[in-house]
């Protein structure tokens, strides 16, 4: 029997969710209270970019399984389960937001009348689950819902792939045994033999944190060890394909960069920290992380101003890559921001070029120049940063970009490219974590 599902909350994990459980033959309803968001996906517009999201999302309308209301009595008038996808951003402070849950709660107790599970399926603090519980059953009687956690794991830019194949599936309970109504909302993943851990709800939130922070620290010390390579002429990318092949390491994980961005590793490494903190458990390495990666950040732009001999005032820099990692249009929290904040302010001219974050980045930075086209964003450029790994980047024609440029000078935050041949052809290069220059 097909299951009735309410999502709340339509941005990349809500939507995700929303394809992902209709494709598994349950019947869902999609609920934001952003009512442009509801009218482009009923229309099978997906909103954000992701690979593959148009194509699910637009057959599971058609199938008639799925659906999106912006009307919240609507979305819950016949859901047995309501997974709520809200945002969790982070405080000035550090902590989770949990405002967006708040209100999703009241309006699901101003209307709940028979029995329903409410789902976690957003990034929240370990205690926030016990906490939905008390909430509820401080507005509604106890005996009509169910509190469930069940993180979310996918990655932008593969979250269709990592819906239907994830590594495990991570359920967390009041009792840490299993439910029934979670086993078959999830039935075709039992069916491929997707590890289910089955937890109590502090668990469950605890291995989501524990998960990001743990790749955000990989991040840090390898981006750490490519600093240090620089210095002592070492080459960090054969350092970390050498510590890679040690299978108790794994080779994931281990590519230097500006330092990680993204919705989630910022936000949620503050979080972690903070509720340590709450209960007196100082999670210095955490802490440590967060700080380097924001010194990582940093390092960037004065590898730049060094670059342009940190005489910067009337230069142009051509930013290529504004996402905070490929295939995603998502740029929240990218390095290319604090690069181009950093510039900005300093009187620099910006140039960019994006494959899919123009719009979201215009948002932010009206007074960017911004161009459909790598080479033409290259004009004039007295130094090209490239800001994210788009494979658009890795095969770039170094004879036309030489051809625009005013000065040939590459700053390749990402090592896309290959420094020998781009100082064959007269570049200044500077990578991370390899030295290049000419
Ligand atoms: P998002 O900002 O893209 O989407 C949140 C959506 O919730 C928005 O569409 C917003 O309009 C809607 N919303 C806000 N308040 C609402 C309300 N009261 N009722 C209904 N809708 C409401 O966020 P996201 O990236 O999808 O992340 C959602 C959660 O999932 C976060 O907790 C995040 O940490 C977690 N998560 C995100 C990812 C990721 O890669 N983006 C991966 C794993 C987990």
């Known amino acids: 029997m097909a299951i009735k599902i309410a999502v709340i909350g339509t941005g990349y994990v809500g939507i995700s969710t929303c394809v992902g459980l209709s494709d598994f033959g349950n019947i869902v309803v999609g609920f934001d209270i952003d009512d442009n968001k509801i009218k482009r996906l009923s229309s099978g517009d997906p909103v954000i970019y992701e690979n593959g999201m148009e194509y699910y999302l637009k057959k599971n309308l058609e199938t008639g399984r799925l659906s999106f209301t912006s009307d919240f009595k609507v979305a819950l008038k016949d859901a047995e389960v309501v997974f709520l996808a809200v945002g969790t951003p982070e ?175 910022p936000k949620d490494t503050k979080a972690l920290a903070k509720t340590g903190r709450k209960v007196g458990v100082v999670m210095s390495l955490i802490e440590e992380v967060i700080s380097s990666n924001e010194t990582q950040k940093e390092r960037m732009i004065e590898k730049a101003k060094r670059l342009l001999e940190n005489n910067i005032s009337d ?77 658009d980047y890795r095969n770039l024609d170094l004879d036309e970009i030489s051809r625009n440029v005013k000065e040939k000078k590459i700053l390749d935050l990402r090592n896309v490219l290959d420094p020998e041949s781009a100082i064959k052809k007269g570049f200044v290069y500077e990578g991370v974590g390899r030295k290049g220059v000419n």
């Open 91 to 265: 405080r000035e402070d550090g902590s989770a937001d949990l405002s967006q849950i708040k209100s999703a709660l009241d309006a699901i107790a101003e209307i709940i009348d028979r029995p329903l599970v409410i789902v976690t399926k957003s990034t929240v603090p370990a205690g926030t689950n016990r906490w939905i519980n008390d909430y509820m059953s401080s507005k509604v009687d106890e005996n009509l819902f169910e509190v469930v956690s069940n993180p979310e794991f996918l990655r932008e830019g593969k979250a269709i792939h990592d819906f239907f194949h994830p590594d495990r599936v991570v359920i967390g309970t009041k009792d840490g045994k299993e439910n029934p109504i979670m086993r078959d909302i999830y039935r075709s993943l039992y069916l491929i033999e997707t590890p289910f851990i089955w937890c109590n709800w502090e668990t469950a939130e605890l291995i989501k944190y524990a998960s990001n922070a743990f790749l955000a620290t990989k991040i840090t010390f390898i981006n750490q060890m490519a600093n240090l390579a620089e210095e002592m002429g070492a080459d960090i990318h054969k350092i970390a394909k050498a510590m890679g092949m040690d299978g108790r390491i794994s080779s994931k994980f281990l590519h230097p960069g500006p330092g990680y961005g993204g919705s989630c590793f």
């Open 315 to 391: 230069k142009k820099v051509a930013v290529l890559g504004l996402a905070f990692k490929a295939e995603t249009d998502d740029i929240r929290e990218s390095p290319a921001i604090t690069i181009v904040k950093g510039f900005l302010k300093e009187g620099v001219k910006i140039s960019a070029h994006d494959p899919k974050a123009v719009e979201n980045f215009k948002k932010l930075f009206p007074y960017v120049e911004y161009y459909d086209n790598a080479y033409d964003a290259c004009k004039n450029a007295n130094l090209v940063i490239i800001c994210t790994e788009w494979n």
